[in-house]
């Protein structure tokens, strides 16, 4: 069974980068797509992005200038960084996995959250 | 990219029905791979709904999904207390984005 934990800093200073990431055990990074998205405290979902095994990268138009997502293949790790970050981007962070290949191994990418992590709280603050 | 648009709030007795819409555009929920997720206070999503209304293993038959025209549905029936969460759906969106809907809280009377 997959098992996604998110980590990193607890508070960030506005206008600096927020830097996470997510260590994936459990399963093989090149099975997956890797995705994170956030909550803002009392709010809603919001998908930030993802990143492949192979570097390739979708993020969200939204976010898009400030973000950069990118897998470590030895650590067994996806990191997030987010720059120029406001008291808006104070949110629990998750990093998710959507599967890249269909129950017979074809490559068939579903478009489903499959495994969460517990996710991990970011507070902008100075 | 605009969220997807769930009630706020819905609610139900035990053993009653509910079901929580979440409406989009021909731009995202039109592409029929629409998900739901349980989402349980300070606890992390969980996939109940994918591609409309297929049902991952493990998630009692009591919850389906259903979608006609730019809106899918998601129906709880037999309505229990531990069904009580906040639910969310999300869309692919075309250029290989997802979107979510803002969530809709489920209230068991």
């Known amino acids: 069974q997959v098992q996604l934990q998110e980590s990193g800093p607890g508070l960030v200073k506005p206008s600096e980068t927020l830097s996470l990431t997510c260590t994936v055990s459990g399963g093989s990074i090149s099975s997956y797509y890797w995705n994170w998205i956030r909550q803002a405290p009392g709010k809603g979902l919001e998908w930030i992005g993802q990143v492949y095994y192979s570097g390739s990268t979708i993020y969200n138009p939204s976010l898009r200038s400030r973000v950069i997502m990118s897998v470590d293949m030895f650590k067994i790790q996806l990191s997030l960084e987010m720059s120029s970050v406001t008291a808006a981007d104070t949110a629990v962070y998750y990093c998710a996995a959507r599967p890249a290949f269909d129950s017979s191994g074809h490559y068939s990418p579903a478009e489903y959250f499959q495994h969460w992590g517990l996710g991990t709280l970011v507070t902008v603050s100075s | 990219q605009s969220a997807l648009t769930q009630p706020r709030s819905v609610s139900g007795s035990p053993g009653q029905s509910v079901t929580i819409s979440c409406t989009g555009t021909?731009?995202?929920?039109?592409?029929?791979?629409v998900s739901w997720y349980q989402q349980h206070p300070g606890k992390a999503p969980k996939l109940m709904i994918y591609?409309?209304?297929e049902r991952p293993s493990g998630v009692p038959d009591r919850f389906s999904g259903s979608k006609s025209g730019n809106t899918a549905s998601l129906t709880i029936s037999g309505l229990q207390a531990e069904d009580e969460a906040d639910y969310y759906c999300c869309s692919y969106a075309g250029s290989y984005t997802r979107v979510f809907g803002g969530g809709t809280k489920l209230t068991v009377l």
């Open positions: 591609d409309v209304n």
């Open positions: 021909s731009s995202d929920v039109d592409y029929n791979y």
